[in-house]
């Protein structure tokens, strides 16, 4: 029989591997990223740099002028990252107004399309109840 330990950690750490694969895995990817060069995507094939790409960022006398870097990274990366997000946004809200409206409005097969749209939503929870069952 197994002791109540036992059957709390059989609950618990399929989640924790999940939550560490979805998590660490990726802080761990990124430090490796940080400390090497280049751009490749493998990350044994970019050449290993230690904190050269972290001095970068922190060699500048004045963080508001550019000038005074050696490469704009930091600002760089800032607006890109601005961009990114705006872009993003905008257009997801956008996309999701321009497939509601006509979904709101009374056409042959309305309910068929909503459901087209909506099953991807529901879709995870189901497959996470059939793998537990």
Do not use: H
Request: glycine letters at 8%; a positive charge.
């Amino acid at each position: 029989m197994l002791g109540p330990s036992k059957i709390g950690k059989m609950f618990v750490g399929p989640n924790l591997l999940v939550f560490g694969f979805f998590t660490f895995l990726p802080i761990v990817i990124n430090l490796v990223y940080a400390t090497t060069g280049g751009v490749q995507l493998m990350p044994l094939e970019r050449p290993f740099t230690g904190s050269e790409n972290f001095g970068i960022l922190f060699e500048c006398r004045d963080d508001f002028a550019i000038q005074t870097c050696r490469k704009d990274v930091f600002w760089r990366a800032i607006f890109n990252t601005v961009k990114f997000s705006l872009i993003q946004v905008v257009l997801m809200v956008l996309l999701s107004l321009v497939t509601a409206l006509p979904l709101n409005r009374k056409i042959v097969g309305r309910g068929f399309w909503r459901g087209v749209f909506f099953y991807p939503v529901l879709l995870s929870p189901v497959v996470v109840a059939l793998i537990w069952k």
